[in-house]
């Protein structure tokens, strides 16, 4: 089972910029879809992003034209660049695959506030 490691959250103010990193402990390349999610306190873990195999990206409409989510195969690294950030981003983020199937990490927190 690959292990996910969360990185790159932070304290922003409005508007600023965070770079999130997933590193798998092994091969992500034959995995069809992976996604970050996120749960903000009090609620669910929801999906915000996804990319698969091919490179197609899918966006929940909360980040879209914000957030952009990227992959590199060979580094089995999924990357979320999220801009313009927002008070309600903030939340835990975490990657998994789409469906989730894989253990969970730890998460990266991001906290937006001024």
């Known amino acids: 089972q690959l292990q996910l490691v969360e990185s790159g959250g932070g304290s922003v103010q409005p508007g600023g910029s965070l770079r999130l990193s997933c590193a798998a402990s092994?091969?992500?390349?034959?995995?069809?879809?992976m996604g970050w999610y996120r749960r903000a306190p009090g609620k669910q873990r929801d999906l915000v992003a996804l990319?698969?195999?091919?490179?197609?990206?899918n966006y929940a409409d909360s980040v879209k034209g914000r957030f952009t989510i990227s992959r590199d195969n060979a580094k089995n690294t999924v990357y979320l660049q999220m801009n313009s950030l927002k008070p309600e981003d903030t939340a835990v983020y975490y990657c998994?695959?789409?469906?989730?199937?894989?253990?969970w990490g730890q998460g990266t927190q991001v906290t937006v506030s001024s």
């Open positions: 990319i698969t195999s091919g490179g197609s990206t």
């Open positions: 998994n695959a789409d469906p989730p199937g894989l253990d």
């Open positions: 092994g091969s992500i390349f034959n995995i069809r879809a």
